[in-house]
């Protein structure tokens, strides 16, 4: 028979820790299954150099702040992952791991969750799987062509691999310029974007976009984290700009077998190419309940699926909800999330 609860919460990353501390505290039967075999959620895979944009104080999940890391203003990923696994021990979250999710299907007045560990029955179900396992390419001219290396910012781990090489990066966001200033100290590497970057304001960092996106979430006027631009000025971006790097050129028209092609014809050799160009939500488990899932196409009214009321999803982008796949936008979404299920099981939404 499969084990019943009344929510279950997919993906044990910051979005799935959120919702689990607001469910205990609702007081609401629930679980939390994990596919990773430690805690950090997706910051456990980031490249070397990765760290937060803000200072730890301003990055906590609900209920407990973020320590400070010592000697560092802006913490490692290391550091994050640290503070999601004593987030979890802090608040006796019950995650289960590694499980994998397969389905989740209608089973009547319920849900089934079927996963590599057996099935769970759930009243509701919240999807918090994050993004960074559908990293997204996309369908160039020539892409299986070309005889050099190509990685996606998942698979890059630091600049020494790179040594010596001729690089080319692609993407116009924060991924790609901070990849770009570090892999521009030991490679030639050129820059590209579909769009011209738009750099943030020297003195903007996690602290001014925290207190925009909370502006935002409440309802204020003003301008939206957008509006400031795509690419927060780290030292290390910065950097790149002051050595003369940080300048982009236009998508190149095709890849060919030993580089790239750009719109005039002129060919540009290049020994690998990094695919700085995002992900797609990993909603591949929702297939059987949504027909457009598997493309990451879910409507939403809030967090609630439009089409199926029992299954919520957190943490995938600003469509659900205002900085939802951050650490602290996480935790937002996540109150109003669980309140909304509370409010249904106890009959008065």
Not at 195 to 212: I, Q, S, T, W
Request: with cysteine; proline share 7%; glycine share 12%.
């Amino acid at each position: 028979m499969p084990r019943s609860c009344d929510v279950v919460v997919v993906g044990g990353g910051q979005a799935g820790l959120a919702a689990g501390y607001h469910l205990r505290r609702a007081g609401l039967d629930h679980v939390i299954l994990d596919a990773q075999p430690q805690p950090g959620g997706a910051w456990r895979h980031g490249w070397a150099s990765l760290r937060l944009f803000s200072p730890a104080e301003y990055s906590p999940l609900p209920g407990w702040g973020m320590p400070r890391q010592e000697n560092e203003e802006y913490p490692t990923a290391g550091h994050v992952v640290d503070y999601l696994r004593a987030y979890e021990q802090r608040y006796d979250l019950p995650v289960r791991r590694p499980v994998q999710v397969r389905q989740v299907r209608r089973a009547g007045e319920r849900l089934a969750v079927q996963t590599d560990a057996g099935t769970w029955s759930a009243g509701y179900v919240i999807s918090a799987t994050g993004t960074w396992e559908c990293p997204y390419v996309p369908d160039i001219p020539g892409r299986e062509e070309f005889a050099g290396r190509q990685l996606h910012t998942v698979h890059y781990t630091s600049p020494e691999e790179l040594r010596g090489q001729r690089v080319v990066v692609v993407g116009g966001g924060n991924s790609a310029a901070q990849i770009l200033a570090e892999v521009s100290r030991v490679a030639e590497a050129t820059w590209v974007t579909l769009r011209p970057a738009r750099f943030m304001p020297d003195d903007v960092d996690g602290r001014v976009l925290f207190g925009v996106a909370t502006r935002k979430a409440a309802g204020g006027p003003g301008e939206s984290v957008s509006d400031l631009g795509d690419i927060v000025m780290v030292p290390g971006v910065r950097d790149a700009r002051d050595r003369g790097v940080l300048h982009s050129r236009p998508m190149f028209a095709r890849m060919t077998e030993r580089g790239v092609r750009w719109a005039d014809g002129a060919e540009q050799p290049c020994d690998a190419v990094i695919w700085c160009t995002g992900f797609r939500p990993n909603l591949a488990h929702l297939a059987p309940l949504l027909p457009g899932a598997r493309q990451g196409k879910v409507a939403v009214e809030g967090t609630r699926s439009v089409d199926e009321g029992r299954l919520y999803l957190l943490g995938y982008g600003d469509w659900t909800g205002a900085a939802s796949a951050t650490l602290v936008g996480a935790g937002r979404t996540a109150k109003a999330t669980v309140a909304d299920i509370a409010s249904h099981l106890r009959g008065s939404p």
